[in-house]
């Protein structure tokens, strides 16, 4: 079964590119860069990644990324993560980013999309790994500094696949977006949200409503709306579930108090994904391996999810095609 997981063409729609950095590259930024970390070795960063829930992660994982500053810093990021997914049977990645984490720290957009983008590239070419970009906001920091972000971003616009909203969710429903989520719209690119990881099912629902998302991230706690749960199967809304970043996070307790079997069984469409591969214990293929400890699901029910992820990717028809 495990060469089965790991043979399997895997896409993953639910990264974000800063939560893929390792203690071992972090350590290596900071002495590039000069800074100065809060952790005496890789084993102490590593050590110190025990959550007690969604804030407490965060504020590790902005201070971590302080090591970023130059366009090679974001090449170094994205490439050693592309290699890793791609020893991992990772066929297409779909990565997230903070602008607005990096720009409070004066580095500029220009800077971040040159070393993304450069990353991209060669991964496409070297590695035969098809990607996508999704620019987040922090639904933490106030609308307008989207707004602003967003509109900051029109030379960019052609080479972002998806905006994202993420970072803290409780208090900061995706209502507060509404009008950025409307000005991506009206520019024709389409639109995910993070809902319903630790805030309420009522999230999911304005993520749907609002700002008319076609992918929800997380959703785990739609099943507390039955009426809702409906409502994503018949309208066939994709959730990016991430089971090892759940149980790290503590919105579930154990891997096998996981609601995915639950989902699964509400017949909705469902993808494996890792969320911040450095600080939650591995990328994709983890995520796949304690599914497959956790629920013993067959052969069948992975490739229907890998599946469902590769027709719900922003990718082109033809490479599509081509994975299918
Ligand atoms: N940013 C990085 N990882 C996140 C997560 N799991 N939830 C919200 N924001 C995030
Ligand atoms: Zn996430």
């Known amino acids: 079964m495990q060469d089965f997981l790991k043979r399997l063409p895997k896409a993953e729609l639910h990264l974000h590119i800063e939560g893929s950095l390792e203690p071992e590259l972090m350590f290596a930024l900071a002495e590039r860069n000069g800074v100065e970390l809060p952790y005496?070795?890789?084993?102490?960063?590593?050590?110190?990644?025990?959550?007690?829930?969604?804030?407490s992660f965060l504020d590790l994982y902005y201070?971590?990324?302080?090591?970023?500053?130059?366009?090679?810093?974001?090449?170094?990021?994205?490439?050693?993560?592309?290699?890793?997914?791609?020893?991992?049977?990772?066929?297409?990645v779909e990565i997230s980013f903070d602008p607005q984490a990096h720009l409070a720290r004066g580095i500029e957009l220009s800077v971040q999309m040159e070393g993304l983008g450069r990353a991209r590239r060669q991964a496409e070419r070297e590695l035969g790994i098809s990607t996508a970009l999704i620019m987040s906001f922090l639904r933490d920091c106030p609308a307008d500094e989207a707004m602003r972000v967003f509109e900051q971003a029109a030379p960019y616009w052609e080479t972002i696949d998806a905006v994202g909203l993420d970072s803290a969710e409780r208090g900061h429903p995706p209502s507060k977006f509404t009008e950025v989520f409307a000005?991506?719209?009206?520019?024709?690119?389409?639109?995910?949200?993070?809902?319903?990881?630790?805030?309420?099912?009522?999230?999911?629902?304005?993520?749907?409503?609002?700002?008319?998302?076609?992918?929800?991230?997380?959703?785990?706690?739609?099943?507390?709306?039955?009426?809702?749960?409906?409502?994503?199967?018949?309208?066939?809304?994709?959730?990016?579930?991430?089971?090892?970043?759940?149980?790290?996070?503590?919105?579930?307790?154990?891997?096998?108090?996981?609601?995915?079997?639950?989902?699964?069984?509400?017949?909705?469409?469902?993808t494996l994904n890792s969320d911040d591969p450095a600080y939650f214990g591995g990328g994709v293929l983890a995520n796949y391996l304690a599914c497959e400890q956790a629920f013993a699901w067959g052969k069948e029910t992975f490739a229907s999810l890998a599946r469902n992820a590769i027709e719900v990717a922003f990718m082109d028809s033809r490479r599509r095609q081509a994975l299918l």
């Open 40 to 55: 005496a070795s890789v084993e102490a960063a590593r050590a110190a990644y025990a959550f007690e829930d969604l804030q």
């Open 63 to 92: 201070q971590g990324m302080a090591v970023l500053r130059t366009a090679d810093d974001f090449f170094d990021l994205a490439m050693d993560y592309f290699q890793r997914a791609h020893a991992e049977g990772v066929v297409h």
């Open 183 to 270: 000005r991506a719209k009206e520019l024709g690119i389409p639109r995910v949200a993070h809902a319903g990881e630790e805030g309420p099912a009522a999230y999911v629902r304005e993520a749907l409503d609002l700002l008319d998302v076609c992918r929800v991230d997380h959703g785990v706690r739609c099943l507390e709306e039955p009426a809702l749960v409906e409502r994503l199967r018949d309208e066939r809304i994709p959730l990016t579930v991430c089971p090892l970043s759940n149980v790290r996070l503590k919105v579930v307790k154990h891997i096998d108090d996981h609601p995915l079997p639950r989902l699964l069984e509400a017949g909705l469409v469902l």
